[in-house]
């Protein structure tokens, strides 16, 4: 069964440092692109990083780019999201998405649950 | 930066066809997806490459996209379907990834 796993959140000060990880089963990391998404409480979906099938390019959002950094470990299957520098506005849930197909234009089919980060002081 | 604009809440009654809009500069010549977020839940693809279903997802959803207009419609609308629905394009000019404002279905 296809299936992503987020883990890794939790409440982290301002300035501080934080690091996410998604465990895929089912499927390979390296066979698909994996997206970051996060969803503010009570806001809508914000899409933050994309790792290429392949591995070779990362995209990130604005709000995100210089912070955060996206990364997989395909002996373990695993995405991670490394987040430094955190912000208040970071505080969202933030899910492990996988890219349908190997262009831009395809569709985010296999959502992870989440997993929580809230950043406060 | 590209911007996709919803109804913030649409309402229908049961059994009778709800249409959820997706507005954007020339959204006609961008594929768009379609996501279901019902309460508490993660999101799921509805409706990707502007009118295709996933398997698994009932034929009572459909889509269009011409001109600045994409279009979600769920036809015989159930108790179930409430939920939100977000659009979504590959903006190519900042290659970034766009959810649309989301639009919450009550019926």
């Known amino acids: 069964q296809v299936q992503l796993v987020e883990s890794g959140g939790g409440v982290v000060q301002p300035g501080r440092s934080l690091s996410l990880s998604c465990s895929a089963s089912g499927f390979t990391v390296n066979t698909f692109g994996l997206h970051w998404v996060r969803q503010a409480p009570g806001k809508g979906l914000e899409w933050v990083a994309l790792?290429?099938?392949?591995?070779?390019?990362?995209y990130y959002a604005e709000s995100v780019k210089g912070r955060f950094t996206i990364s997989r470990d395909t002996s373990k299957n695993t995405l991670y999201l490394q987040m430094n520098n955190l912000r208040v506005e970071d505080t969202a849930i933030y899910f492990c998405v996988r890219l349908r197909g190997h262009n831009f234009i395809s569709a985010f089919d296999v959502w992870g649950h989440g997993t929580m980060v809230t950043v406060s002081s | 930066s590209y911007v996709l604009t919803q109804p913030p809440s649409v309402s229908v009654a049961p059994g009778q066809t709800a249409e959820i809009t997706c507005g954007g500069h020339?959204?006609?010549?961008?594929?768009v997806h379609w996501y279901q977020q019902k309460a508490g839940q993660a999101p799921v693809l509805v409706i990707y490459?502007?009118?295709d279903r996933p398997s698994g997802i009932p034929e009572r959803f459909s889509g269009s996209n011409s001109g600045n207009t994409a279009t979600l419609i769920i036809s015989r609308v159930e108790v179930g379907d409430e939920a939100d629905y977000y659009c979504?394009?590959?903006?190519?000019?900042?290659?970034?990834?766009?959810f649309g404002t989301g639009t919450e279905v009550t019926v």
């Open positions: 979504q394009v590959w903006d190519s000019d900042s290659t970034h990834f766009v």
């Open positions: 790792l290429w099938h392949d591995g070779s390019k990362e």
């Open positions: 020339n959204i006609g010549r961008k594929t």
């Open positions: 490459h502007d009118s």
